[in-house]
């Protein structure tokens, strides 16, 4: 169940049949299906350049920062993100500012736990990778609707 769920959430999440459930056979030079092919790439492309620059660092904890900073801010906000809700403060005001919501929030700062224990997985580091390419996808909508 958590592959299928990480598969699909890998695919960009856009799909070409609720976006334009009256085409019954997209084909390339359909204005609409090639638009959603290219922003299919394009998100394909941001995921495989955070992974790239993850792994081009010289340990998991440099490679974590960096993609993380890079796409969110400084690693170092978002521990005092998760201090403030660990305390019982309210902090979506602040994520939604990054466009970030809690439950992915969470699991970012779990994946960072990991990472620091030496103990991360693929799977996670396929999550963590999820999680900035569906920001970098909030931030685009305004650019796609226009």
């Known amino acids: ?11 960009t999440g856009l799909s070409y049949w609720r976006l334009w459930p009256g085409l019954k056979a997209p084909s390339p030079g359909d204005t609409a299906y090639d638009l959603w092919k290219a922003r299919q790439q394009q ?9 790239a620059a993850r792994e081009s660092q010289g340990t ?3 490679g974590f920062e960096r993609v993380v900073t890079d ?14 809700h660990q305390r019982g403060h309210g902090i979506s005001s602040q994520l939604q500012a990054k466009q970030l919501t809690l439950r992915p929030f969470l699991h970012l700062m779990r994946i960072r736990d990991l990472v620091l224990a030496g103990v991360v997985s693929d ?3 396929e999550d963590l990778y999820d999680i ?11 650019t796609w609707r226009q």
Do not use: F
Not at 1 to 11: H, I, L, T, W, Y
Not at 43 to 51: E, N, S, T
């Open 1 to 11: 169940m958590k592959q299928g769920r990480a598969q699909r959430s890998r695919e």
């Open 60 to 62: 998991p904890q440099v």
């Open 71 to 84: 796409t969110l801010g400084p690693v170092a906000d978002l521990v005092a993100l998760a201090d403030e």
């Open 123 to 125: 799977a996670e580091w």
């Open 132 to 142: 900035l390419v569906q920001v970098q996808k909030v931030r685009q909508y305004a």
């Open 43 to 51: 998100l394909a492309d941001q995921r495989a350049a955070i992974k």
